[in-house]
């Protein structure tokens, strides 16, 4: 029987967010948390108390008194965290504000991630999903997360398991999000089709493009990657769309030019008066722009929303 993981009372720290001045605190004076002891007296904690202990620091984040909870079973501590998270409103906190330090998130996804500990990034995003908005979410969290993680298999820090892992569970939040925008009764102008052409299957840009739409709470419809050109036509004529954004991973393109500019031309022919951008196919003479407008980068996409 495989035995259960343990933790040093620095390591269920880093994987909770509670200080180590904090841990001793709630086990001394309010008997939270028991931890046994190893041969030399250190605290060793198991996953139980790990999962206790950061549904503890999220309650006691968001307002509640550790007294209050003292008492409380994990199930009763779950049912809580529960109930939080489907009521707490969002609101517009930076990273750099007070309850939440982007180097301590980081820390604490990054081993996390080490371990193969995904609850644990499940969890950490289900919290910050509470307190940044959608453009923090961006710009603060997604982007620079996935660059690092990219950064770091390609030093061989992480491997590509690993990498699949966060992405797949990235991936299943962003899908939430964008999901919950099919309600949107925004009176905004703008109504976004956006999606990725056959042969092209990079969504991520695509997925925090949405991001940015909805904070600026713009209508969009989010068709998925790999999409015949003259399906994504039909959709923006028939949902009535203002503008269509299409992204485009530079090195499927270069790979296949002449599928994808077929396709461009597709779109160009069939969509008169619509505002067509492709992000991630800067301007260049290696390809016809046409109706086109080339953004390079998510930070341009934000840049030119601004200006809408």
């Not at 009372?9 to 904090?22: D, E, N, P, Y």
């Not at 950061?54 to 409380?72: A, P, V």
């Not at 307190?131 to 390609?154: C, D, H, W």
């Not at 028939?238 to 530079?250: F, H, I, P, Q, W």
Request: proline share 3%.
């Amino acid at each position: 029987m495989k035995s259960e993981a343990k933790y040093s009372i620095q390591m269920a720290s880093k994987l909770t967010g509670v200080g180590i001045h904090t841990l001793r605190k709630w086990e001394s004076r309010y008997n939270l948390i028991n931890p046994i002891r190893d041969e030399g007296g250190r605290r060793v904690y198991n996953e139980t108390e790990i999962e206790k202990l950061q549904i503890l620091h999220e309650l006691t984040t968001l307002g509640e008194s550790i007294g209050h909870l003292k008492n409380r079973n994990l199930e009763e501590l779950k049912e809580m965290s529960k109930k939080i998270l489907q009521t707490t409103p969002k609101k517009s906190v930076s990273f750099e504000g007070p309850k939440v330090k982007l180097e301590e998130v980081f820390v604490n996804l990054l081993m996390a991630l080490q371990h193969y500990k995904l609850d644990i990034i499940s969890h950490e995003l289900a919290k910050l999903n509470l307190i940044l908005n959608r453009k923090e979410m961006a710009f603060n969290l997604f982007l620079p997360l996935l660059r690092e993680v990219g950064k770091r298999v390609y030093q061989g820090s992480l491997s590509l398991t690993q990498e699949l892992a966060i992405n797949s569970i990235v991936r299943i939040y962003l899908t939430k999000i964008i999901n919950q925008n099919l309600s949107n009764k925004s009176k905004s102008p703008h109504n976004i089709i956006v999606a990725s052409l056959e042969g092209d299957i990079n969504d991520f840009s695509l997925l925090i493009s949405c991001l940015l739409f909805e904070h600026y709470q713009m209508k969009f419809y989010y068709l998925g990657t790999n999409v015949p050109a003259e399906a994504i036509a039909e959709a923006a004529k028939a949902l009535k769309s203002t503008k269509l954004l299409l992204g485009v991973d530079l090195s499927q393109y270069n790979s296949n030019k002449k599928l994808f500019d077929g396709q461009f031309n597709t779109l160009s022919k069939s969509l008169k008066g619509i505002s067509m951008m492709r992000l991630g196919l800067g301007p260049s003479k290696d390809h016809n722009q046409g109706p086109f407008q080339d953004l390079i980068s998510i930070e341009d996409l934000d840049k030119k929303i601004m200006k809408w």
